[in-house]
């Protein structure tokens, strides 16, 4: 089977995992909706494995959860909806909003016009250093460490660290094996995470020891580091207009 096809299957098998999860998540008093964009936006998540999956990437960016205003919009990884269409070269399909959605979040797709800070600022900045998506993926892939968008009432972004840890577990562990399975089916070497969140999970998932090296289920070593997240909320992010954060991501891609 195709790198392409398992990287599907396996995306698949963590979206059913999370829609089961979701009556549970929406029982606690932290998320009142929970949303599966692998689910709803699957026709647009499956075009970015199915064009970007197969390149020979052998890093891997792990980001946190979707945002209202991306992924949930898009079902790409920080997937602002202009570079979504521009650069990744996603085709905007109908999808249709939960019926569990938050009123506030209805899904536009990729007609929303507000543009996710993080997902423009991440994806220009792999535009601007590769040129090219294909130049892009031959070095890189990205990821979203848990899929589900987790909204309070008010519509606030709930972050899964925030979630009960007997509710949010079994979720988380079914994320790390999704982490396993793609960092095998790819062969990674490096993980990235976008922000200290996605670099704890990891190392979590690998038994990462401090020399920051762990060891994928095939026996292999993998190596997790971290770059700055490109949140609007982060100080980081936002220093000297945003070139601070730039270049600490080139940075840590280059090493």
């Known amino acids: 089977m195709s790198t392409v096809k398992r990287l599907l299957e396996e995306a698949k098998v963590l979206s059913d995992a999370c829609d089961l999860a979701i009556p549970a998540l929406?029982?606690?008093?932290?998320?009142?909706?929970?949303?599966?964009?692998?689910?709803?936006?699957?026709t647009h998540h499956a075009q970015f494995i199915e064009q970007w999956g197969g390149k020979g990437a052998k890093t891997?960016?792990?980001?946190?959860?979707?945002?209202?205003?991306g992924m949930a919009q898009t079902g790409v990884p920080f997937g602002a909806t202009e570079v979504a269409q521009r650069f990744l070269n996603i085709r905007p399909q109908e999808l249709k909003t939960?019926?569990?959605?938050?009123?506030?979040?209805?899904?536009?797709?990729?007609?929303?016009?507000?543009?996710?800070?993080?997902?423009?600022?991440?994806?220009n900045l792999m535009a601007s250093m590769y040129g090219s998506p294909e130049a892009?993926?031959?070095?890189?892939?990205?990821?979203?460490h848990c899929p589900l968008l987790l909204l309070g009432e008010r519509g606030q972004n709930i972050t899964p660290d925030k979630v009960p840890k007997e509710v949010i577990d079994p979720v988380l562990e079914a994320c790390d094996e999704h982490?396993?399975?793609?960092?095998?089916?790819?062969?990674i070497t490096r993980i990235v995470g976008v922000g200290k969140y996605a670099e704890?999970?990891?190392?979590?998932?690998?038994?990462?020891?401090?020399?920051?090296?762990?060891?994928t289920d095939q026996g292999r070593t993998v190596t997790v580091t971290t770059c700055w997240h490109p949140s609007p909320a982060s100080p980081l992010?936002?220093?000297?207009?945003?070139?601070?954060?730039?270049?600490?991501?080139?940075?840590?891609?280059?090493?």
């Open 200 to 215: 704890k999970r990891a190392k979590r998932t690998f038994n990462v020891g401090k020399d920051g090296i762990g060891t």
């Open 136 to 144: 892009t993926f031959a070095e890189l892939f990205v990821v979203n």
């Open 60 to 69: 891997l960016l792990l980001g946190m959860n979707p945002g209202p205003w």
């Open 237 to 255: 992010a936002n220093r000297n207009d945003g070139a601070d954060w730039r270049d600490n991501v080139r940075n840590i891609l280059s090493q």
């Open 98 to 123: 939960p019926s569990n959605a938050h009123p506030k979040r209805p899904i536009v797709g990729m007609s929303l016009e507000r543009q996710e800070v993080s997902g423009t600022r991440l994806w």
């Open 179 to 187: 982490l396993r399975r793609v960092v095998d089916i790819m062969g």
């Open 26 to 42: 929406e029982s606690t008093d932290v998320v009142a909706h929970a949303t599966n964009p692998l689910d709803y936006a699957w």
